[in-house]
């Protein structure tokens, strides 16, 4: 693991207590649902869902990996969708890329794939904007991970979901155009961070 991300995941799991009682009891239900899938032998896939698939959903998706694989959990598959497909937002490219991700794109589309590595012996991420039925997302044995209200309100139902659960977390969209915009896009990926190796130490116990 690239060491800048190594470090900030070693930060993080000491801030285990920033997370509310609340929070932590959905985040857990998520870890039940993985461990069965550990316990039968089966991989875990987890699709992180907002409504654009630009910005807190590819954070879910990319930290959910990270934190599989700083806890050594096993066949550990994410993804990401919106319900309806605009592009990865440049903001969310910057804060990935500030935090000590690699990010590259040699695409000039509308919607262009951007490879996302956090390790040089792992392979990298492919990120870019798609709706939950796209055919790289899977069509079945999935948890839906709801990362936005507007999305969790819109999609009440996700087709081939075993499991549909809300972590609803702020838009860092509010900020665009803000001398804020490049914090607050850093503090929410560091949030959905802390979440998602909360949720797998737990696998660990």
């Given at each position: 693991m690239k060491e800048k991300i190594q470090s900030i995941c070693d930060q993080l799991v000491n801030e285990f207590d920033q997370i509310s009682p609340s929070r932590k009891e959905i985040l857990e239900k998520i870890a039940d649902y993985a461990r069965?899938?550990?316990l039968n032998g089966q991989t875990?896939?987890?699709?992180?869902?907002?409504?654009?698939?630009?910005r807190r959903s590819h954070?879910?998706?990319?930290?959910?990996?990270?934190?599989?694989?700083?806890?050594?959990?096993?066949n550990v598959q994410t993804f990401s969708a919106g319900t309806e497909a605009t592009a990865m937002h440049p903001n969310t490219v910057n804060a990935l890329r500030a935090i000590g991700f690699e990010v590259q794109s040699d695409e000039k589309a509308?919607?262009?794939?951007?490879?996302?590595?956090f390790d040089d012996q792992k392979?990298?991420?492919?990120?870019?904007?798609k709706t939950i039925d796209n055919e790289s997302n899977p069509t079945e044995a999935f948890a839906a991970i709801m990362t936005c209200s507007e999305a969790e309100e819109n999609c009440p139902f996700v087709p081939?979901?075993?499991?549909?659960?809300?972590t609803t977390?702020?838009?860092?969209?509010?900020f665009d155009g803000t001398p804020e915009q490049d914090e607050k896009y850093i503090e929410r990926s560091l949030q959905i961070a802390r979440d998602n190796l909360y949720l797998f130490s737990l696998l660990k116990e």
């Open positions: 069965n899938k550990i875990i896939k987890l699709i992180y869902v907002c409504t654009h698939n630009s954070f879910g998706q990319v930290w959910g990996k990270v934190a599989s694989e700083y806890y050594d959990i096993p509308p919607n262009p794939c951007y490879s996302v590595r392979p990298p991420l492919l990120c870019y904007s081939g979901a075993e499991l549909r659960i809300s977390y702020e838009d860092p969209k509010a």
